[in-house]
């Protein structure tokens, strides 16, 4: 089959490699007919995720078409079409029992922290992911929801991860009703995120970027109020003075490892691999939010250490929620909203790449090259 392989930082190509195989009598083998590139598969391109070995195949959104499934699987049958979650999860462990299935105990033997991802490195497990034509799909039972009639491909992909994540990072910050919510980051995860935030009670949404063109985008998709921080010489001063020098109620970090704003933090972060992530808009969040208020963080960072003002929480008495979004526990409702006609995540896209062209992909994603915010790869094209 063909598959995106990692070949070193910056350093991504098509390559031909076996298919995958029935490893445990609970797996499915899936077609992929969507793909997609995220945000924190960037932080692999750039080698900011430790142990992301010469060859793996990155990718955790995807959808497709089973098939081949295992001799003890019940719920798919091969034809069926599935999305997938990102997660993999056995569904009986003691954090499964209680809806944690990012956090599975029985995925992933190289972490205690969190459980397994697809195409994320062996720091997650080191399963092997979608970008690419076929991918193999662990606990084939529990994971896989086949994709229902009335739903849209491109929106069932999103669903995938991007829109979901963005959605519980909404929960997370337990916004009630009438309060400001203000998000770093105008991706993906963040654009969903602003949006979902008006779905929980959100009385007032602020996004902050650089970016002009995602900021176009926050206020077309997200229907947020807007600011370029690269505009201010303090955005937590603007948070301050936009909040009647409050602060906000609830903040959402959606960039995580790689954020700008702070050069020394970049520099120590993204280019020398001294912290697991810059925490400028972690730190803006604790910063600009009010005191008692809450913080969800959405963005994805590594497991060494990151310069975070924690004493600045600790004294404003701030909630800090976090997680990998347990994507399944979120999708009942998703579905609702999408066929009440409150969401369509799918606007979100704005590029397809063919798989043989995703090297060119990773490139125009991550610098940021015609307005690209969320690229969807199509394996068959």
Known sequence: MKAMVYRGPYKVRVEEKPDPRIEHPNDAIVRVELAAICGSDLHLYHGMMPDTRIGHTFGHEFIGRV???????????VGDRVMVPFNIFCGTCFFCSRGLYSNCHNVNANATAVGGIYGYSHTTGGYDGGQAELVRVPFADVGPTIIPEWMDDDDALMLTDAFTTGYFGAQLGDIAEGDTVVVFGAGPVGLAAAR??????????IVIDHLDYRLEKAREFAFAETHNFTHHQDVVVLLKKLTGYLGADVAIDAVGAEADGNLVQHITSAKLKLQGGSPVALNWAIDGVRKGGNISVMGAYGPLFSAVKFGDALNKGLTLRMNQAPVKRQWPRLFEHIQAGYIKPSEMITHRIPLDHIAEGYHMFSSKLDDCIKPVIVPAA
């Open 67 to 77: 098939e081949e499934v295992g001799s003890s699987v019940q719920t798919l049958k």
């Open 196 to 205: 979902s935030s008006w779905l929980m009670g959100a009385g007032r949404v």
